[in-house]
């Protein structure tokens, strides 16, 4: 693989550090699949460009460099497939919230379950974190099952929290504590 860091799953799936390099690469994976990741993410449609994915990438490396966020680029098969990010990062109350997303080729394959487990890993053994949450959008069947399938607790649904394209949509909300991390 040409990326510097890249952290095994298993044989055939990985972390890999974000590097500025992969900016294009990840807006060909946006832009090819942008029907299935429009119906549940914001930026979609302001990923118009490589430039868009670059000034995310940088945003990210900031916000890790800060403590606040802290991104994986989600290989399979060396190949690019999406994305798993720590956000909200609350050093001081040992807590963040995870976001994913995955490309439609590679979904229902059990790879993103496997993903979280392994962050959450990350979160709670490297980090020091305490408490971990997921917010999917209710309609998002596939992110609520991951969510529910590592272990995270439903807290409760929090009605019109998000402005997505001019609808205000519902998001369940999950917690995971390191307690009950298995």
């Known amino acids: 693989m040409k990326y510097y860091f890249c952290l095994e799953i298993d044989e055939s799936l990985s972390l890999v550090q974000p590097t500025l390099t992969m900016a294009h690469e990840l807006f060909e994976l946006v832009d090819s699949d942008r029907d299935h990741l429009r119906k549940f993410l914001d930026f979609v449609d302001s990923s118009t460009t490589y430039e868009s994915q670059e000034r995310y990438i940088k945003m990210k490396l900031e916000g890790d460099i800060n403590g606040t966020d802290r991104l994986f680029i989600i290989a399979f098969n060396q190949k690019l497939i999406g994305c798993i990010d720590l956000h909200l990062i609350d050093a001081a109350n040992k807590k963040a919230?995870?976001?994913?997303?995955?490309?439609?080729?590679?979904?229902?394959?059990?790879i993103m379950t496997k993903i979280v487990k392994h962050v959450c890993s990350i979160a709670f053994e490297d980090m020091g974190l305490n408490k971990l949450s997921i917010r999917a959008d209710?309609?998002?069947?596939?992110?609520?099952?991951?969510?529910?399938?590592?272990?995270?607790?439903?807290?409760?649904?929090?009605?019109?929290?998000?402005?997505?394209?001019?609808?205000?949509?519902?998001?369940?909300?999950?917690?995971?504590?390191?307690?009950?991390?298995?």
């Not at 919230?97 to 059990?110: D, I, M, R, V």
């Not at 001019?166 to 991390?181: H, I, P, Q, T, V």
């Open 97 to 110: 919230e995870l976001g994913y997303w995955l490309h439609s080729a590679q979904t229902n394959k059990g």
């Open 138 to 182: 209710v309609e998002n069947k596939a992110s609520n099952l991951v969510a529910i399938k590592n272990g995270f607790s439903f807290v409760g649904t929090d009605k019109s929290e998000v402005l997505i394209y001019g609808e205000f949509r519902d998001l369940n909300n999950y917690s995971l504590l390191k307690a009950d991390f298995s």
